[in-house]
């Protein structure tokens, strides 16, 4: 019985063939052919104007709040329930981060907290879309139009998620998306920027090159401070060959995600990655949510999977219960009950490109074992 990988990417002999062609020929004044065709493809798909491949989302998320002119001084409103890189551009621009709490069912930001905290400060709202779940954004960018703010998307695990016919990272000032190795579309490394606002494209495509302006005709002058955050033409190239199978990998992710909602339908008391109305869910990171009536904690669900010899991820940790945002707890983080509360009942499920059904049986087949066995706990010591 080989074990189950919780994610990997599918990689064809049409990415293959891209990336060697990127190799062979993608030199000299052909050094940005892949480059600009990804892009190309992904804000044709993305239905935006603008799209400039990075090496990360992290590094997109960095020039975009760079170019919104995000300093000392600002609050940037985010979910507690984050991956660190959605932070960090925050704290190295020298802003101050407000933590959030999620909602119980989406487990994205709550916009009745986002509203609670907005201060003068506030200069921005990063709207985190986590594990294809959606925010919603009809009310966040509501709350953004009325108090002057701008709404960012982090869409890095969106990719394939939408909203009333709308692609997740499309509807704020700017999305970012990874494409991590662990990413429904991979270019091993890689980030996008979109946005359809031309002058912050503009802004952010100068700080992209070194703060080269395109329509500088000084050679190697630079205007502006920029960054150094470009994608390499071969990891375009196999990104061209993800974006050609754009659909189909979207689909598979979808289609594992409801495999175990079905599996698991018999399962009281638990939730998995929702699809509410109007709403298409991409399915990046199937979850498993247990109701707190179950005394099933990440720590059971992480023994179980690694004694079935398969990989699962914990949920998020809240950022503020990181060493590093130690005080954030004193400025009311600790009524974070969602984002604190969830992680400890919660697991994210393998769901990668090539798994069989037989692999989605045995991940079923492990929580399903898991309850049976705390349901016989939790009868026999009632009969005590």
């Known amino acids: 019985m080989s074990r189950i990988f919780y994610t990997k990417p599918s990689i064809t002999e049409v990415e293959m063939r891209y990336a060697a062609d990127a190799v062979e020929t993608g030199w000299g004044a052909k050094c940005y052919d892949y480059i600009h065709r990804f892009e190309r493809m992904f804000r044709e798909h993305l239905g935006v104007e603008y799209a400039i491949a990075t090496s990360s989302c992290t590094g997109a998320m960095h020039m975009g709040l760079a170019a919104l002119d995000i300093g000392s001084g600002d609050e940037v409103i985010l979910a507690d329930t984050n991956w660190v890189a959605t932070v ?29 905290h907005i201060t003068p400060r506030t200069k ?19 709350i953004g139009e009325k108090h002057g703010i701008a709404v960012i998307e982090d869409a890095a695990e969106a990719l394939g998620s939408a909203i009333n016919g709308k692609r997740a990272g499309s509807m704020g000032r700017f999305g970012t998306f990874s494409f991590h190795g662990t990413k429904t579309v991979t270019t091993g490394e890689g980030g996008m920027f979109v946005t359809s606002d031309p002058d912050l494209y503009e802004r952010v495509l100068t700080f992209s090159n070194h703060g080269r302006a395109r329509g500088q005709t000084k050679q190697f002058w630079p205007d502006v401070i920029g960054f150094k955050y470009k994608m390499s033409n071969v990891q375009a190239a196999i990104g061209c060959g993800q974006m050609e199978r754009i659909e189909e990998l979207t689909a598979r992710k979808r289609e594992i995600l409801q495999a175990y909602k079905t599996k698991l339908s018999g399962i009281s008391g638990i939730e998995l990655n929702p699809e509410h109305p109007g ?34 991820r914990v949920f998020f940790h809240p950022l503020s219960s990181l060493p590093m945002f130690e005080d954030k707890r004193d400025e009311g983080n600790a009524y974070n009950v969602n984002a ?24 079923a087949a492990t929580l399903l074992d898991l309850v049976a066995v705390r349901g016989r706990q939790s009868r026999s010591a009632a009969a005590r």
């Open 340 to 363: 604190w509360g969830i992680p400890q009942r919660a697991i994210n499920l393998p769901s990668y490109h090539d798994m069989t059904d037989e692999d989605i049986d045995r991940v």
């Open 124 to 142: 921005a709202i990063i709207a985190t879309h986590i594990y294809g779940n959606l925010c919603d954004m009809d009310a966040l960018l509501a």
């Open 88 to 116: 960090a551009p925050v704290m190295h621009l020298g802003a101050a981060p407000v933590f959030v709490d999620i909602l119980p069912d989406t487990w994205c930001l709550d916009p009745v907290q986002v509203e609670k």
């Open 279 to 312: 709403t298409v869910n991409g399915a990046w990171m199937p979850t498993v949510v247990f109701s707190e009536g179950w005394g099933i904690t990440s720590e059971d669900l992480q023994k179980a999977f690694h004694d079935a010899d398969i990989d699962a």
